[in-house]
């Protein structure tokens, strides 16, 4: 399987940044696309963006023009940087490791990352 550990989150004011970080190990050769999600207090867990393998990237609509990913797949990393933040961008951030192992196509998901935004 595949261990996934965040990092980065934290309180920043309306207008700022923060990165995120995860870090994959394991069984990293069966990683294929790599995400983060999050889950607002009350809400059902959203896509925030997602990246494959061979870096073709995907955004929801609500953090196009203002949030990056990007990924290394020696290092096996995956990042979020996240601009030009809004209150209603707190929530807690999950990685997700989408896997390949043997036939069988499996997820990982990492223990999250605190985000809070003040107006």
């Known amino acids: 399987q595949v261990q996934l550990v965040e990092s980065g989150g934290g309180l920043v004011q309306a207008g700022g940044s923060l990165r995120l970080s995860c870090t994959a190990s394991?069984?990293?050769?069966?990683?294929?696309?790599m995400g983060w999600y999050r889950q607002a207090p009350g809400n059902q867990r959203e896509l925030v963006a997602t990246?494959?393998?061979?870096?073709?990237?995907n955004y929801a609509d609500s953090v196009k023009e203002r949030f990056t990913i990007s990924r290394d797949n020696v290092d096996n990393t995956v990042n979020l940087q996240m601009n030009s933040l809004k209150p209603e961008d707190t929530a807690v951030y999950y990685c997700?490791?989408?896997?390949?192992?043997?036939?069988?196509?499996?997820?990982?998901w990492g223990q999250g990352t605190h985000v809070a935004v003040s107006s």
């Open positions: 394991g069984s990293t050769s069966s990683i294929l696309t």
């Open positions: 990246i494959s393998r061979g870096g073709s990237t």
């Open positions: 997700r490791a989408d896997l390949l192992m043997g036939a069988r196509k499996l997820n990982s």
